[in-house]
């Protein structure tokens, strides 16, 4: 099983990054798969999650209204638009897989068995 995240780079304050999330070796229908972010005592920071059926997104207060998920299971990826970014945003971002069928989303890191190796987003003008 594998996730690779791409999309990462260099924006300017106000602008905006789209992350993708590509999984390999398995199909992601059965998955929530979730971004985190690495904080500033390296934990890793729910940032948001999306179902397994891609019908509720969830996202952390921080940074509600600026980011959105979504997942095409047909392209077995999930995306996550990221607007209006701050340089508080600028870090690298992992997504994470886990099998739960339905319409929910678990929101802690060791509930996420499978992690990808991370894309870094930078902010600076």
């Known amino acids: 099983l594998q996730l690779v995240e791409s999309g990462g780079g260099l924006v300017q304050p106000g602008g905006s990054l789209t992350l993708s999330c590509a999984a390999s070796g398995f199909t992601l229908d059965r998955y929530s798969v979730a971004w985190f972010r690495q904080g500033p005592e390296w934990e890793r920071e729910w940032v948001s999650c999306?179902?397994?059926?891609?019908?509720?997104?969830y996202y952390a207060r921080s940074v509600k209204g600026r980011l959105t998920i979504s997942r095409d299971n047909t392209k077995n990826t999930v995306y996550l638009q990221m607007h209006n970014l701050k340089p508080k945003d600028k870090t690298v971002y992992y997504c994470a897989a886990q099998e739960v069928i339905g319409d929910y989303c678990p929101q802690g890191r060791y509930e996420y068995d499978d992690w990808g190796w991370g894309t870094q987003v930078n902010v600076s003008s």
């Open positions: 999306i179902s397994s059926d891609g019908s509720r997104p």
